[in-house]
């Protein structure tokens, strides 16, 4: 995948789905799934946001959400501390494969959006069917968020 941004204010460290940090893990339909994003703050920003899509296998997003529109308050979070924001779902989407895009961002006074970090196909998955009766994606999910600073640094 592609990382853009210049991570100078900040840097996403790792991503793991469903407790999987390589290759492309495989949810079922109907299943839950957990994307936890490690990232650290090297520096306060205006209004620091952190945002999850999932995209298609030609990079259409499909759904997503973001630490603003789940009130989790990054404004917390301890510079230079690694934390991870977790993010809960049920898996609704048609089979096929998928991917995970992450953002890390700074959002200005005045609106203006600064990319701090940006990783594309930063973690591919597959949709499978359960069974045959199980075939059309459903809406946006209700997404549930958390965040935890992390005792330990990451590897």
Not at 21 to 39: H, K, M, Y
Request: proline share 6%; charged share 25%.
């Amino acid at each position: 995948g592609f990382r853009g941004g210049d991570r100078g204010e900040g840097e996403t460290l790792h991503i793991s789905v469903n407790h999987q940090e390589e290759g492309e893990p495989t949810i079922a339909f109907d299943d839950d799934v957990e994307v936890r994003i490690t990232f650290r703050l090297k520096q306060p920003m205006h209004r620091p946001v952190l945002a999850l899509y999932v995209t298609d296998q030609s990079g259409q997003m499909i759904i997503g959400t973001n630490s603003t529109n789940e009130k989790v308050d990054l404004q917390a979070c301890e510079i230079g501390a690694p934390h991870v924001m977790s993010v809960s779902f049920r898996n609704g989407l048609r089979e096929g494969p998928f991917a995970f895009q992450v953002f890390l961002a700074d959002v200005g006074s005045t609106g203006d959006t600064h990319y701090v970090d940006y990783l594309e196909l930063a973690a591919p998955f597959r949709s499978v069917r359960r069974d045959t009766s199980t075939r059309w994606a459903w809406f946006t999910p209700p997404f549930t968020t958390t965040l935890e600073m992390l005792t330990r640094q990451p590897a």
